[in-house]
């Protein structure tokens, strides 16, 4: 099966996604330079090409989102690289909506292992498909953000978070029912 990418810019830089017929692999969230993904991308699947009609839908979606228009994504995600725990934790985190926050401690119980905190947090870390699978929506038990190594970092979470009307205020989420649960 053929390995593509494309490469967009929505409001906030160049975003870029790889993928195949069977779902998208990898999604590369906002940076500055598009030449600079380009790089990258050609390093992390230097077998891929870029440019794909079928990657172009999975791209309008994000676009969307950040429009504002799009709270929901529909795109098929190839899994296959993730393991089963982070299959699972990445499972929990697709069914968070749109303007929700909940916590590692949250997460780690909903899949059943309530002391799994550091193994939910790497599998944060690990995520290849940041936005539809939503790990800026998981944030510390004080509503701290914590854990966001992506270009633009607790910034970029922040910025995320409040497109989805979440207020962010110094590098933390107030709780309450409108917006998640403290757990």
């Not at 939910?120 to 539809?132: H, I």
């Not at 107030?174 to 403290?182: A, L, M, P, T, V």
Request: aromatic fraction near 10%; charge should be positive; proline fraction near 6%.
């Amino acid at each position: 099966m053929e390995r593509a990418f494309i490469l967009f810019r929505t409001k906030l830089g160049w975003m870029g996604l790889v993928g195949s017929e069977k779902g998208i692999e990898r999604i590369y969230l906002p940076e500055d330079s598009r030449d600079g993904l380009r790089q990258k991308i050609g390093k992390e699947f230097p077998d891929s090409r870029e440019g794909a009609p079928f990657l172009e839908p999975a791209g309008e979606e994000i676009l969307e989102y950040f429009e504002g228009r799009r709270t929901r994504f529909g795109m098929r995600l190839d899994l296959s690289s993730a393991t089963p725990f982070q299959r699972k934790a990445y499972q929990r985190m697709l069914a968070i909506p749109f303007g929700r926050v909940h916590t590692y401690r949250w997460l780690a119980e909903k899949i059943g292992n309530p002391r799994a905190l550091r193994a939910v947090g790497n599998a944060n870390g690990k995520n290849r498909w940041p936005l539809v699978v939503p790990c800026h929506r998981i944030v510390g038990s004080d509503g701290r953000l914590t854990g966001f190594s992506a270009p633009g970092g607790l910034d970029l979470k922040a910025e995320l978070l409040r497109l989805e009307g979440i207020p962010v205020e110094k590098g933390k989420v107030k709780f309450n029912s409108e917006f998640g649960i403290k757990g």
